[in-house]
Every structure is written in structure tokens, then in C-alpha cells.
């Protein structure tokens, strides 16, 4: 494409074609993702793990999702933008299904794990299409629209799958979960304008890639964003893996679409996420982020007390922080990135799910020795390591160096 074409600009008709595409993307992506967390407590049940073995239905798919987004956001320089979604999203919800029907536990987890592979292609490629076709002033709100998908995703997936379980069995919510993605799949497809700044470039050599990984990694401000991703994702999946088994025990008791209820939470990050994006971009990112974190924290204090209303509003909080957070620092990394912009998305996002899949598991561990209270000690300590280094961003935002 010449470098002369034009950027989308906000407001206009290609920008909310590509705002609503990425927002079908981010929807499917995180209902196939994690569909499976409320059901951790019935995969105990079916086949006999404990909760830490059954977050592996989770902490294995992100693990291997977040060296597949790595190696995507390389490869993705060779190919179409929209061509690697699709496939990614094709496969991803046909693999959903199969999930759906496997007797034993190891292979539900080996489909786990390819699903993982699969939705490798979407997450690090939508950002860096966001990042090239739309002009910097409307970025932070269609990159807020992109998480805002993701959101709804994580929202329907949670509540369609606990609903459903509890009205038929888990296998027939997870099959339903797959037949949206594919549906999903069609709408993206339906609605992205083509690329207009990007170019496959094939045949790029080894020393390119590693030069250009080199450059990200040498830049204090991205590391930091990185490790922004491990802490943000890290808490946020960590809270949720295990707030399940909390509430299905004495004194709660609660039913499985009753937990899968409480994820309409999830609605605040479909606000939270175009709102902090509008508000980096009027206000500075470094000040929403500082802000996002410190609700987070909040959030985790107020699940320490009893009563459930406390409880789900504290996963409300964490709900609106996270995706607030989210959308500031995955955004940020595009504006900080000069050029390779899928493999600075890339490195974030395999921060971003490293953290959900070691903390997540790790957070089992806390569960299961120290009950609920070592799951919100994790939590709030990785949560404040967030503050020092948004702190840290916000200086050098001042400074006038981002």
C-alpha cells in the first residue's frame, strides 16, 4: 500500500466497520478462552482433579496461547492481517466443539493446548492492524472497543457456559460456546476493511526479527508495559480461576449459573475499556493506569469480606480496573513501538499470558493451603508491584519522554 493512504479516521464509516470486526474478534477470542472457568468446579466433579489440575483447563491454554501469539506477531509480517485471523478463529471454535465431546481429562487438556495454538493469531495481529490503520487520535478509543469485545467475550462465555451447564451439562455449553465463535467468525470476516498500511514482507531473515526484538526489549518504557501485562492479567485471571470454588461451598452454596450470573460483572469492562481509552488520550495514559490499578486493589479488599453483595463488588471493581488498565497499556505499546508493531503487541501479550497461565496455576496453590486469603494475598501483592511500576511510567510521562 503507498504510504500515502489515508488513516481511519474516527467517526468515519471504515472506522466503525473495523471498530465492530475487532469487536466480534475480541468477543470470540475470550468466550473460547475462557468459557471453561466456571466450570472448573464440575470438571472436579466429572473427572476427579483437584482445583489446581482443573485451572489447567485454563493456566495450559494461555500458557501455550502466549507463545503462539509470540511466534504470530513474527509470522504476521508475511502474511494477510485478515487471512491469519480467520484461520485463527476458524480453527479455534471447531476445536471448542471437539472439547465438547472428549471422554477423558488428558484430552480435553491436549485440545486445550491447540486451542491455545490456534487463537495465537488474533490478539497481537489486531493490535498491530489497529496500530497502523487508524490515526493516532482515534486509536485509544478503537483499541478501548477492541478490549470492550474481549470483555463481552469473557462475559458470555462465563455466564452462557455456567447457565447452560446448570440447565443441561457442561459438554453442551461449551459445544454452544463454539457455534457463536464460528458465527463470530463470519462477522469479522464480513465487516474488516483491507490493510491499507501494511505489506506482507516475506523471506524476512532471523537477524531482522531478532534486531527488531532487540529494539523493543532495549526500551525501558515497553519493558515496563510488559511487565504491566504479566501483573494485570495475572491478578485478574487469578481472582477468577478460584471465586467459583469460594462460592459453591458453605455458607454460600451457590448453583452453577448463580456463580455464572455474578460474571455479568463483566459488563463494566465493556464500559471501562472505550472510556479509559478516551481518557488516556485526554488526560495522559500513565494517570489512568495509576488509577486503574488502585481499583483493582480495592476490589480485592472488599472480596475479603462476607456478605456477597461486598463480594461481587469487588470482582466488579477488579473487573472495571483490569480492562481499564488493559486498554491504556496495550495501547500505549503501539504508540511507543516505531516500527515492528506486531512483535511489540506480540511481547506484550506474551507477558499478558504468562501471567494468567503462572499466576493463575500458582494461585491454586494458595487456594488450596491458605484458603481464599492466600488468593487475595497473591493479588494484592502483585497488584502493587503495578503501582510502583505505573508510578515509575508516570514520571517518565512527565518527563515528556513517552
Known amino acids: 500500500m503507498p504510504a500515502t493512504a489515508p488513516f481511519l479516521e474516527r467517526g468515519s464509516r471504515a472506522y466503525w466497520r473495523a471498530s465492530l470486526a475487532l469487536l466480534f474478534a475480541g468477543y470470540a477470542t475470550f468466550s473460547l478462552l475462557y468459557c471453561v472457568q466456571p466450570l472448573l468446579p464440575a470438571f472436579s466433579s466429572t473427572f476427579g482433579t483437584t482445583p489446581a489440575q482443573s485451572s489447567l483447563a485454563i493456566s495450559l491454554t494461555t500458557a501455550v496461547l502466549a507463545f503462539a501469539i509470540f511466534a504470530a506477531g513474527f509470522v504476521s509480517e508475511g502474511l494477510s492481517r485478515h487471512g491469519l485471523m480467520t484461520a485463527s478463529l476458524t480453527v479455534s471454535s471447531l476445536l471448542t466443539l471437539a472439547v465438547a465431546a472428549v471422554p477423558h481429562w488428558s484430552q480435553l487438556l491436549v485440545l486445550r493446548a491447540l486451542e491455545g495454538a490456534a487463537l495465537g493469531g488474533v490478539p497481537a495481529v489486531a493490535m498491530a492492524y489497529l496500530a497502523e490503520e487508524v490515526h493516532p487520535d482515534?486509536?485509544?478509543?478503537?483499541?478501548?472497543?477492541?478490549?470492550?469485545?474481549?470483555?463481552?467475550?469473557?462475559?458470555?462465555?462465563?455466564?452462557?457456559?455456567?447457565?447452560?451447564?446448570?440447565?443441561?451439562?457442561?459438554?453442551?455449553?461449551?459445544?454452544?460456546?463454539?457455534?457463536?465463535?464460528?458465527?463470530?467468525?463470519?462477522?469479522?470476516?464480513?465487516?474488516l476493511p483491507p490493510s491499507r498500511h501494511f505489506v506482507p514482507r516475506r523471506g524476512l531473515p532471523l537477524a531482522h526479527h531478532r534486531q527488531a526484538l532487540a529494539a523493543h526489549l532495549a526500551e525501558p518504557r515497553l519493558r515496563a508495559l510488559f511487565a504491566m501485562a504479566f501483573?494485570?492479567?495475572?491478578?485478574?485471571?487469578?481472582?477468577?480461576?478460584?471465586?467459583?470454588?469460594?462460592?459453591?461451598?458453605?455458607p454460600y452454596d451457590l448453583s452453577q449459573a448463580q456463580i455464572g450470573a455474578i460474571f455479568v460483572v463483566y459488563l463494566a469492562g465493556v464500559v471501562a475499556s472505550p472510556f479509559s481509552g478516551r481518557m488516556a488520550d485526554l488526560f495522559g495514559r500513565a494517570r489512568v493506569l495509576i488509577a486503574s490499578l488502585v481499583l483493582m486493589l480495592a476490589g480485592v479488599a472488599l472480596t475479603q469480606l462476607g456478605a456477597i453483595a461486598a463480594i461481587v463488588a469487588g470482582i466488579a471493581c477488579v473487573t472495571f480496573g483490569f480492562f481499564s488498565g488493559h486498554a491504556v497499556a496495550s495501547g500505549w505499546v503501539g504508540r511507543l513501538a516505531e516500527r515492528a508493531k506486531g512483535q511489540a503487541a506480540a511481547l506484550y501479550l506474551l507477558a499478558y499470558y504468562l501471567g494468567s497461565s503462572l499466576v493463575g496455576w500458582y494461585g491454586g496453590r494458595c487456594?488450596?493451603?491458605?484458603?481464599?486469603?492466600?488468593?487475595?494475598?497473591?493479588v494484592g501483592a502483585l497488584l502493587v508491584a503495578g503501582v510502583v511500576i505505573a508510578v515509575w511510567l508516570s514520571a517518565r510521562e512527565r518527563a515528556g519522554t513517552t
Open 231 to 250: 501483573v494485570l492479567m495475572g491478578s485478574f485471571v487469578t481472582l477468577y480461576n478460584y471465586v467459583g470454588y469460594r462460592l459453591l461451598a458453605p
Open 367 to 378: 487456594f488450596g493451603t491458605y484458603g481464599w486469603n492466600g488468593v487475595t494475598a497473591l
Open 138 to 191: 482515534g486509536l485509544g478509543l478503537a483499541m478501548g472497543l477492541y478490549v470492550g469485545g474481549t470483555a463481552i467475550g469473557g462475559m458470555a462465555g462465563r455466564v452462557i457456559a455456567g447457565g447452560l451447564a446448570d440447565l443441561f451439562t457442561w459438554r453442551i455449553s461449551i459445544a454452544v460456546i463454539g457455534v457463536l465463535g464460528l458465527a463470530s467468525m463470519f462477522a469479522f470476516r464480513a465487516l
